[in-house]
């Protein structure tokens, strides 16, 4: 039934194409396999059944069309024929194996030689993908799968194949169609490539011995030497100090002469060119002495087309000994053409080659003899005292050069300590003035030690109406050690980063600050390279303890630890007592920062905030509003821009570069301080919903702050003192401290100072 799409689909308005028609037969056209190559087809009309191989029952397979079902899919056979030759000597034919494939969506055969090097034949694709005849008397038909098994020999235009194997895809695709598979068949060997297989002798053997593998295996290793050549013995002769190099990828050496300067010898520096030195040398070889061969004649007009003929007996030529590798090491002699040369040392690369190759472990060098009028005396540059004009560094560059050069920097050092994100490598500490003077008892300083040049910066914290003025005490620089003789030649010795801890008392320039604070950067810091701070080592500091605890130890136990259990089911020993108790009984042996440290190594819980959420978001809408901000929103849509989840959460990095990039008016400590109050995850991410909530001058407006200095209220991150422990894990500090002791046994065990062994656990773990 056929409609017409501008007529109502309504009875009556169709149209059977069936009317009238006589011939029900199929269309015939020609189907294309590939270029130039076509075969006669019928078109299937729509809803036809797909044809069936005869060995499957109907409804047993998929109703696909054969280039749907087997597409990609091919049978591969090894095959081999036979192929005459009579231009081969001792060869009447060969062997040449072919691969068949048999494309299962088409019936299409290719058959392909995998290809030899340097065979001279013709090889690849022999026969091109195509349906492939029957030869007679069966023409009228294509080789198909049942054509195609081991041990079946397949005429294909005039050349006969004989199958011998399959892979594993075509042997189970054929049992399953009911076809057996026999087992492989071997394929006969091919006589010009057994004839190959023997060894054979060159008619004119090769004169000249290959190198190359050790070129390839050597190149660019050199062994280097160290040795002299005493020519004392002659009139005005003298030690040379020679180096000897020794190529290993040609057996060559090559001696080098080290001229001192001002030796009035300018003849130059190569005493021998690279060649092979032979061991034994009577007089130099004649002409021709190396030739690898002996030429009889030369024959040709002309020199371009002349050729020459070789001795073919080859009389045998008394071949030379050159050294080798193995006969130089430290305290051999060797003879360089009548000079007698000692070696005394070799390089870092050349001992470790004869440790790997030879298995010498002494490598002790030999002393050089001294030559008449050396004094073996080192002679020291004489450096004049420092005359106060710029800095020792400064001064010392006028001595060494007339045009002087700035002091190099530590590069090393610096990039090492250089800042890095969060990670300033600056410690800081506050402390206070050591002075007769009433006023200046009262005046707080921070210090800040720069970790990359040793730097020391003062800055002075005034208070308000005191008289001094909030400023930089210091600049920037290094600070020499007090009780130097500072007009001398040799350097001075600058404070380091060690001289500086908690209860230190340090001469800058004439000023005695004691260190009374230092914030939690550099208390961590300390502690994570207590190897180079020995007062924040808190194995070291627990060694002390004991010693001085252990003869006072049931006093300490029964005045100091407590008898109550705190919150953690374990004992809270509070660090003011903890405090009192080590000054009590240490005596000045363990300083402020050693008790710091126990205390945040055994501390119980995490200290309280100073600065709250609201005082820094009064801080915030005062700095806004004092500069007159106005791009919250294109913070807010950057903050949008980098959320591609849309979680409400970025990591601190991203916030902290999408505040600074919005030209947010606000310090950077200060945005630290915002970061760490506003609501995180689990993982660290910043809820910057809340961010902008508390950014947000227009809702919910804060009253305005006295104006402060900002840089200098959040040094010490957002802790008035960052020192202020609260309490200390008893149960832990005990353990560690492992005094033993029968009475503190029976106290601990006592029901009232009963101490839970997990809860201890837990804690240590």
Known sequence: ????????????????????????????????????????????????????????????VLELPSWITYDGQRLMFKAYFQETVQERWKAAYQIR???????????????????????????????????IPMPDPARFRFYDIIDLNIGKELEIFGRVYKVVDCDQFTRRFLQRMGIPVPDPINIPKDPYSELLKRETYPKKPNRR??????????????????????????????????????????????IKENVPPNSGRDSGFMFLRRMKVPKFYVELAPIGEQDPFTVLNVMGEDA??????VDPLYPKKKGKEFYKDNELSIGAEINVFGRKIVITDMDAFTKEYYRKKYGLNDFTPLERP????????????????????????????????????????????????????????????????ISNIPENEDRLFIIRVFLMDDAISIFELARRNSGFKRCLFQKKMRVMLPNQEIFASEEPKYYKPEDF??????????????????????LRYMELNCDKFPKANAKLIMEKLREILRPVYKEFVQQYVPTEKGEGDYQVLPYENLRKAIHQYADGKITEHEIITIARHFTSYDKK???????IRRIIHTEILRHLWIDFDRLEEDLHHWDRKRSGFLPRNTVFTALRGARVPLDVELINAVLDCVHKKEDGEVDYIDLLTLMNTKINPAPPVVPTNIKAEFW?????????????????????????????????????????????????K
Not at 609 to 615: D, I
Request: with cysteine; charged share 25%; net charge negative.
């Open 370 to 433: 001294p030559t008449n009028g050396e004094v073996g005396m080192e002679v020291k540059k004489y450096i004049p005292p420092y005359n106060g004009y710029g800095s020792y560094e400064d001064s010392l560059g006028n001595c060494f050069s007339v045009l002087p050069k700035p002091p190099k920097t530590d590069m090393i050092k610096f990039l090492y300590y250089d800042k890095q994100g969060f990670d300033s490598y600056v410690l800081r500490f506050r402390a206070k003035l």
């Open 501 to 522: 801890y908690i209860g230190a008392r340090v001469n800058l320039n004439g000023f005695i600050f004691e260190m009374t604070t230092a914030d939690i950067y550099a």
């Open 1 to 60: 039934m056929q409609r017409n799409p501008s007529l109502p689909f309504l009875p009556g308005f169709n149209f059977d194409t069936n009317l009238g028609r006589t011939k029900f037969h199929r269309n015939q056209y020609f189907a294309k396999i590939h270029d130039g190559v076509y075969y006669l087809s019928e078109k299937s009309d729509v809803g036809d059944n797909v044809r069936y191989p005869s060995i499957y029952a109907r409804g047993e």
């Open 304 to 309: 371009q087309n002349a050729f020459y003929t």
């Open 209 to 254: 011995i290959d190198t190359r593998g050790d070129f390839l295996k050597y190149d660019r290793q050199v062994l280097r030497f160290y040795g002299y050549w005493d020519d004392t013995i002659n009139l005005y002769g003298l030690v040379h100090d020679l180096e000897i190099y020794y190529y290993l990828a040609d057996d060559t050496m090559q």
């Open 97 to 131: 194996v072919v691969n068949i494939s048999f494309f299962l969506e088409d019936a299409t055969m290719k058959i392909s030689e995998p290809p030899t090097s340097n065979s001279g034949l013709e090889q690849g694709v022999l026969v091109k993908r195509q349906r």
């Open 716 to 764: 010490w991150v957002s802790e008035k003192e960052p020192d202020a422990l609260v309490a200390i894990n008893c149960c832990a500090f005990l353990k560690e401290l492992n005094i033993k002791d029968e009475e503190k046994e029976e106290i601990i065990k006592s029901p009232d100072t009963e101490i839970s062994d997990t809860a201890c656990k837990k804690f240590i």
């Open 609 to 615: 905030e100073f600065f709250n959420r609201e005082y």
